[in-house]
Nanobody, 123 residues
């Protein structure tokens, strides 16, 4: 079992930055053997993959919508999402998720999810 808790959401002006943290815990979790992904969701829309890191990813992977603005990194069992040059369309609930076996870009392959953290970008 893996538990995930996100931190760092909030309100920021367009062009600003935020860093989200995802603290992973559990007897079986290890960043070297798991993949951790960041997703986001806005009301009425499907959850969107943003970035992934860890086992099976190779170098970090990003969605085109955030490439060059967002950076995923890890330190022990915490995974970060540094978000720069934020835009109003980045407003969403952000989730981290973990998987042991599966495809890093496929939401359905992630069995473990955090509770989400709200990010609001004002224009």
């Amino acid at each position: 079992q893996v538990q995930l808790v996100e931190f760092g959401g909030g309100l920021v002006q367009a062009g600003g930055s935020l860093r989200l943290s995802c603290a992973a815990s559990g007897p079986t979790f290890n960043i070297d053997t798991h993949t951790v992904g960041w997703f986001r969701q806005t009301p009425g829309k499907e959850r969107e993959f943003l970035a992934a890191i860890g086992q099976g990813v190779g170098s970090a992977q990003y969605a085109d919508s955030v490439k060059g603005r967002f950076t995923i990194s890890s330190d022990k069992n915490t995974v970060y999402l540094q978000m720069n040059n934020l835009k109003p369309e980045d407003t969403a609930v952000y989730y981290c998720a973990a998987l042991y076996v599966g495809t890093w870009s496929r939401e359905a392959d992630y069995p473990y999810w955090g509770q989400g953290t709200q990010v609001t970008v004002s224009s």
